[in-house]
C-alpha cells in the first residue's frame, strides 16, 4: 500500500514553512494541499477537533498578518479565502494525523515531521558554526578581521527593507 502513496518531498514541504509569530507553521491550503484534501474539509476536520489544537498548536492569522504575507509573495488575491488561513505549528501537524485518518494523510505526516526535525538541525550547525568562528576569531589577531566580518554577513538572514506607503519625493 506504501508503494501507492505518491510521497511528497521533504524539499517541497521546507518551503511551505514560514516564520509566523516567531513560530515556524505551515498554512491550511498547504497542508491540505499537501493530504490532497480541500482547504475547507480540513479546517472542518480541526473544528469538529478544537479541543486537540490549543493556541501553541495552531491559530488563525490576523488580517494584518494575512495581508503581510500576500504582500510577500507578491500576489493579490489568495484563491478566493473567505476566513483568514490557520497557521499550524509542528505539534499540530502532529495532531493533524490523529484527526485525518486517511494513509496519505498519516505518510505525509512522517514526511512533514521529517522537514520539521531538518529544519531544527540546520539551525542548530548554524549556531555551532557561529559559535567555531567566534573561537576562531579570538584566537587570530585583526588581520583577519575582514574576512571573519565577511563570513558573518553570509551567515546572517537576509534583513527585509520596511516598506514604504503613500507617494514619496525622490529626495526622500
Not at 502513496?5 to 491550511?28: C, F, N, T, Y
Not at 504575507?69 to 473567505?82: A, D, M, N, V, Y
Not at 549556531?127 to 576562531?136: P, Q
Amino acid at each position: 500500500m506504501e508503494k501507492e502513496i505518491a510521497l511528497v518531498s521533504v524539499e517541497r514541504i521546507e518551503q511551505m514553512i514560514l516564520l509566523i509569530r516567531g513560530q515556524k507553521v505551515i498554512l491550511d491550503k498547504d497542508l491540505a494541499a499537501l493530504y490532497e484534501v480541500s482547504t475547507s474539509n480540513l479546517n472542518k476536520a480541526v473544528s469538529r477537533n478544537i479541543e486537540r489544537f490549543p493556541q501553541d498548536f495552531m491559530f488563525q492569522l490576523s488580517a494584518m498578518e494575512f495581508n503581510d504575507l500576500k504582500f510577500h509573495f507578491g500576489i493579490s488575491s489568495w484563491g478566493g479565502t473567505r476566513k483568514l488561513p490557520r497557521a499550524f505549528t509542528e505539534q499540530g501537524v502532529a495532531m493533524l494525523s490523529s484527526v485525518l485518518r486517511s494513509p496519505r494523510a498519516v505518510q505525509v505526516n512522517i514526511e512533514i515531521m521529517r522537514a520539521f526535525v531538518k529544519l531544527r538541525e540546520l539551525l542548530a550547525s548554524n549556531r555551532a558554526l557561529a559559535r567555531k568562528l567566534d573561537t576562531l576569531e579570538k584566537k587570530y589577531d585583526a588581520q583577519f578581521k575582514i574576512v571573519f566580518d565577511a563570513i558573518r554577513q553570509l551567515m546572517a538572514p537576509p534583513v527585509q527593507p520596511k516598506r514604504r506607503i503613500g507617494y514619496h519625493s525622490e529626495k526622500s
